[in-house]
């Protein structure tokens, strides 16, 4: 019982499923996806194999429609499912069955469905994807803002407790994720989801993205991470004498960071390493 929106970022390629609901650790079990097939939410009284068995039948070369009415003809119990299903090429299925619990329905669009089932009523499914295409940003972002149109329309009837993230690119291995964050019992869910996507942002920006520093301060990291963000910024920016400062710094609270920035160092990850962990003259 619960809301979810599956969609497709049309510039990128990525593929992804946002929800939340008053059911424990539902974003671990609604979503699923995988790079260059597609996305799956499947929920209400929901049966997890329609996620990995609908991947695998777009996978082959099934269309959303095609998958899906071949599960749900194959399930005994299939009007108390909902089960929503999305291709990589944007084309996507939905099933709600008659024995959900209302308000229960959904909304296709163009790459984007939106499904809710124990709700306040059809506002929920339907400010999903308004809300979705007016977005802009990141596909983790635009997803979140449509789960918060849908909560500000009436959202869960029960409440809320729990809330989840996965996205996956446009193509590469079966078991990569560009985001997969979830939050399994919390008083605001979505607002804790959104801080975890913001610290999500600024890990992966740190020693990737020019001004990660700036990334990690609005997520409001932890000072450390801040300051890692700025000795990679340095790093990468050619500023050796602001990065040897910064790692000397580290170094000179536990001599053990200069074993871990080697390390990171013989992997690459550290740019003009040599200079940056010079042993002072």
């Not at 809320?160 to 193509?171: K, P, S, W, Y």
Request: a negative charge.
């Amino acid at each position: 019982m619960t809301y979810s929106i599956v969609a497709r970022d049309a510039e990128t390629g990525e593929l992804g499923i946002g929800i939340q609901s008053r059911a424990f650790r539902s974003g671990a079990v609604v979503p699923a996806a995988m790079p260059g097939v597609g996305a799956v939410a499947s929920q209400a009284f929901g049966e997890r194999s329609y996620g990995p068995l609908g991947l695998e039948l777009m996978r082959v070369g099934k269309t959303p429609e095609q998958a899906l009415a071949a599960l749900v003809a194959a399930d005994p119990l299939a009007e108390t499912r909902q089960v929503a299903m999305l291709a990589a090429d944007g084309t996507a299925a939905v099933h709600t069955g008659a024995d959900c619990i209302p308000a229960a329905g959904h909304v296709v669009g163009d790459g984007v469905t939106a499904q809710a089932n124990c709700v306040d009523g059809a506002a929920v499914w339907e400010s999903m994807v308004e809300a979705f295409t007016a977005a802009g940003g990141p596909l983790a972002h635009r997803l979140l803002d449509a789960l918060d149109a849908a909560e500000a329309a009436g959202g869960d009837w029960r409440g809320r407790q729990a809330a989840g993230i996965l996205v996956v690119a446009a193509e590469g291995k079966p078991w990569e994720t560009v985001c997969d964050l979830r939050v399994d019992d919390h008083a605001e869910p979505l607002a804790e989801l959104r801080r975890l996507v913001g610290l999500h942002d600024g890990y992966s920006a740190i020693g990737e993205v020019d001004g990660s520093a700036a990334i990690a301060r609005a997520a409001d990291m932890d000072d450390l991470d801040i300051r890692f963000a700025e000795l990679f910024d340095a790093a990468r920016a050619g500023d050796v004498a602001t990065a040897r400062t910064l790692a000397a710094a580290l170094i000179a609270e536990d001599e053990r960071w200069r074993h871990y920035l080697r390390a990171l160092a013989d992997l690459d990850h550290l740019p003009h390493a040599d200079e940056v962990l010079a042993e002072p003259s």
